[in-house]
T-cell receptor
Framework: AQSVTQLGSHVSVSEGALVLLRCNYS??????LFWYVQYPNQGLQLLLK??????LVKGINGFEAEFKKSETSFHLTKPSAHMSDAAEYFC?????????????FGQGTELSVKP | KAGVTQTPRYLIKTRGQQVTLSCSPI?????VSWYQQTPGQGLQFLFE???????NKGNFPGRFSGRQFSNSRSEMNVSTLELGDSALYLC?????????????????FGQGTRLTVV
């Protein structure tokens, strides 16, 4: 069955440090991959997505992610963390060839940024 | 361009009651999906509607139902509420159905409806 695993439910970094949030998926078919961010009491905002083409994807707010098929990974990175990056981040996959294309989410990673 | 609008934002209901949540998608979007978010289960897919037809359904009991109107607005209904139904219910809209191959199926989420069952 298709699934998404986010390693680490909580990640804490210092302001200005590298942000690395890990996401691995399980699938036998090509996935579409997404990263969403959720601020308290808010909905989900799309940071970036991978569908086809270039495997390094750039998103909003300085985030980027690289699709690595051999590792079934789609880790999210940002070179320098800002206090405003503190939020919960969700990796999601969509498999168009089965499961009706619904989004399957990981459990989320809460990012804390220390001054 | 207005985003996805969910009403109400907060709701408190008693066990056994029923509730209806509303979602107005982005203008021009024809697909509306619903998700339940809880601390224990995370984000789980409920169902998707596209052009007034249910295209896909998650693993939820029949107490959870939905519909979509000709203007693409969608409602979700939960009957015979249980304490475990307390959650943030999120609606997402996209232009194409999520299963349409090759389409830009980016989903835009609303702010959600926080349902508390007491």
């Amino acid at each position: 069955a298709q699934s998404v695993t986010q390693l680490g439910s909580h990640v804490s970094v210092s302001e200005g440090a590298l942000v690395l949030l890990r996401c691995n998926y399980s699938s036998s078919v090509p996935p579409y991959l997404f990263w969403y961010v959720q601020y308290p009491n808010q909905g989900l905002q799309l940071l970036l997505k991978y569908t086809t083409g270039a495997t390094l994807v750039k998103g909003i707010n300085g985030f980027e992610a690289e699709f690595k098929k051999s590792e079934t990974s789609f880790h999210l990175t940002k070179p320098s963390a800002h206090m405003s990056d503190a939020a919960e981040y969700f990796c999601a996959v969509s498999f168009l060839y089965n499961q009706g294309g619904k989004l399957i989410f990981g459990q989320g990673t809460e990012l804390s940024v220390k001054p | 361009k207005a985003g996805v609008t969910q009403t109400p934002r907060y709701l408190i209901k008693t066990r056994g009651q029923q509730v209806t949540l509303s979602c107005s998608p982005i203008s021009g979007h024809r697909s509306v999906s619903w998700y339940q978010q809880t601390p224990g289960q995370g984000l789980q897919f409920l169902f998707e509607y596209f052009s007034e037809t249910q295209r896909n359904k998650g693993n939820f009991p029949g107490r959870f139902s939905g519909r979509q109107f000709s203007n693409s607005r969608s409602e979700m209904n939960v009957s015979t509420l249980e304490l475990g139904d307390s959650a943030l219910y999120l609606c997402a809209s996209s232009y194409w159905a999520l299963r349409d191959r090759g389409r830009n199926t980016e989903a835009f989420f609303g702010q959600g409806t926080r349902l508390t069952v007491v």
